[in-house]
């Protein structure tokens, strides 16, 4: 018994850690007979997991129109869209349109973007003739 186990005897119980991480498993010959190949190993837990494959995936298609594309369509008409067009057009809400109007429109693609409160009292907004600002 050393020293530091007299002074304090709860330190001989159990397994004794170098450091707090655990100790990885590596991968073995027969696991990747067994399993198929060099592409799987096995986890700290002992299962045998496949590890995700590292080719890249093929892009999704294009089913039609995107919703960006379809927000500034809207925008080039010569009325404009409302903030409710904009909605429904994209089920987004209305911070979600808004933040597009500002992030997107005004800011990254640099569009002179202009609204208007109308008689109605409905908001529009309309890009004016394409014009980059």
């Not at 590596?26 to 190993?41: I, Q, S, V, Y």
């Amino acid at each position: 018994m050393t020293t530091q186990e007299k002074r304090n005897p709860k330190a001989s119980v159990g397994r004794r850690r170098v450091s707090g991480k655990r100790p990885a498993r590596e991968t073995h010959a027969g696991a990747d007979a067994r399993l198929g190949g060099p592409d799987h190993r096995v986890s700290a837990s002992g299962r045998h997991v496949k590890r995700a494959s590292l080719k890249k995936k093929p892009g999704r298609e294009q089913t039609g129109q995107s919703k960006k594309a379809a927000c500034l369509a809207m925008l080039e008409r010569a009325d404009g869209a409302s903030l409710l067009e904009l909605m429904l057009a994209t089920g987004w809400q209305k911070h979600s349109v808004r933040g597009f109007l500002s992030g997107q429109v005004r800011k990254r693609m640099d569009l002179s973007l202009i609204s208007a409160v109308t008689e109605a009292g409905e908001r529009r907004y309309w890009i004016s003739g394409g014009d980059r600002k």
